[in-house]
């Protein structure tokens, strides 16, 4: 369950004129630490503006707390494949996208960059054996 979050550093600029042609966003998972019940996920959200006309980098932490199984899956999957479980990665995928996106479209504006969409839910699959 989520408990919180907070933001560390914003960044946004524009890096010339030209039209946006579209816009990459990527959440990188820098650090997760596991407290007993308590988990820290540090994270990186950026949005790169196609043809090199912009970019908005967000730092950050959310917080959430688990029962003490599923916290020490979090850890044992973090510390060894530096993964999250998939229930727990959509979970925590998904606040982010929607705190930085929704933060982000108040940044870009005075830069005059159009706001970062926030793209409907994140969810893992399975990749199919074939």
């Known amino acids: 369950m ?5 933001i560390d550093k914003v960044e946004a600029s524009r890096k ?7 816009l990459s966003i990527n959440i990188g998972l820098d ?8 988990i820290s996920v540090e994270y990186t959200y950026t949005v790169i503006y196609a043809e090199n006309v912009g970019e908005l980098k ?12 599923k916290a020490k899956e ?3 999957s973090w510390k060894t494949d530096k993964k999250l479980p998939d229930d727990f990665a959509e979970l ?17 504006r005075p830069v005059n960059l159009s706001p970062p ?4 839910k994140i969810e893992i699959s399975k990749a199919s054996s074939r």
């Open 16 to 22: 010339s004129d030209g039209p946006i042609s579209g």
């Open 74 to 76: 979090i850890e044992k």
């Open 117 to 120: 969409m926030i793209p409907p």
């Open 31 to 38: 650090n997760v630490t596991v407290k007993s019940t308590d």
């Open 2 to 6: 989520i408990t919180g979050g907070r």
């Open 92 to 108: 925590v995928l998904n606040t982010i996208n929607f705190t930085c996106g929704s933060n982000g479209t108040l940044v870009v």
């Open 58 to 69: 967000i730092s950050g932490a959310m917080f959430a707390k688990e029962d003490p199984s």
